[in-house]
Nanobody, 123 residues
Framework: QVQLVESGGGLVQAGDSLRLSCAASGRTLSSYTMGWFRQAPGKEREFVAA??????YYADFVKGRFTISRDNAKNTVYLQMNSLKPEDTAVYYC??????????????????WGQGTQVTVSS
């Protein structure tokens, strides 16, 4: 069983940066596909970024602004978010799966989820 705990969210102004962390326990995640998703009020949860042994992937709306990375020694995945916009306001979730292949952006492809961390960007 894998437990994921997100942290690093908060209230920032447009143009600011935040780094989200996703700390994992229960398994070593170095071989897992790790993803970040977000859910804004009244909207469905959507794909943000992911990394696997095959590659790194981003949603179009975050390309050039967000960077996903991992520290295998700390069993932690990060999402560096720069140039934040008010429309980035959402609860951000970390997700994991053991499989390297399959849809990178489909929620149902991920087996483990964190509880989420709130990111609020004011204009």
């Amino acid at each position: 069983q894998v437990q994921l705990v997100e942290s690093g969210g908060g209230l920032v102004q447009a143009g600011d940066s935040l780094r989200l962390s996703c700390a994992a326990s229960g398994r070593t995640l170095s071989s897992y596909t790790m993803g970040w998703f977000r859910q804004a009020p009244g909207k469905e949860r959507e794909f943000v970024a992911a990394m696997s042994g095959v590659g790194i992937y981003y949603a179009d709306f975050v390309k050039g602004r967000f960077t996903i990375s991992r520290d295998n020694a700390k069993n932690t995945v990060y999402l560096q978010m720069n140039s934040l916009k008010p429309e980035d306001t959402a609860v951000y979730y970390c997700a994991a799966r053991a499989r390297q292949y399959g849809s990178i952006s489909r929620l149902s492809e991920y087996n483990y989820w964190g509880q989420g961390t709130q990111v609020t960007v004011s204009s």
